[in-house]
């Protein structure tokens, strides 16, 4: 996606050669014009799957995944990392190793949200070594719901993930495919169909 490229190109950061920065749009400032624009091309992507729910993990997933939501007007659902107290019901439960916080999160979602027979569109900021997309359709698979897809808005190509999750049979659709960082450097890769 040409336009969220150059952002990535004018703004982005790589603070290191497996690290990107995108503070200013998507990680802590969001740009709302570009997240709306992403939401449309997921749906685009994704046509005809018949999507009924967006999942997506906090935080940073929640921008694109809402927008996304809002075009095929389905609910998002966004994954809990930390307990709440407000979440009381059934959960369903999953582990994902964070590859940029070097910790492990128990994520959440109540089995009032995904149900059996959902088919369920997950939404991500990153694409890394996919254990977050991983926990996603693990809550996915623990509910009988069906994973039509994974949208990503910046895939790290050079990291295992995207090939794993293809190789698995998902249609993984990133906006951005990015094949090396350097320090003060960003090298796209093309981009993937399926
Ligand atoms: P994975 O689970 O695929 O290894 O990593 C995906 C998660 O880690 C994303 O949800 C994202 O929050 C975070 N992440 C991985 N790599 C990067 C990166 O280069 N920059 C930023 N900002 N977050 C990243």
Redesign the pocket.
Known sequence: MQLLKEKILNEGEALSE??????SF??HQMDPVLMKKMGEEFAKRFEGKEITKVLT?ES??IGPGLMTALTLDVPLIFARKRKSLTLTEDLITSS?????KQETNTITVSNKYIVPGDKVLII???????????GLVDICNQVDAEVVGIGIV?E?AF?D?GKELRDQGFQVESLARIQALKKGEITFAEEMEG
Request: hydrophobic content about 45%; cysteine-free.
């Open positions: 497996t690290i990107l920065k995108v503070d998507l990680n993990i940073s997933g994902v190793h964070s590859f940029t991500d900021d990153f694409l890394a070594v996919g254990q977050a997309a991983r910046i790290k990291q993930g």
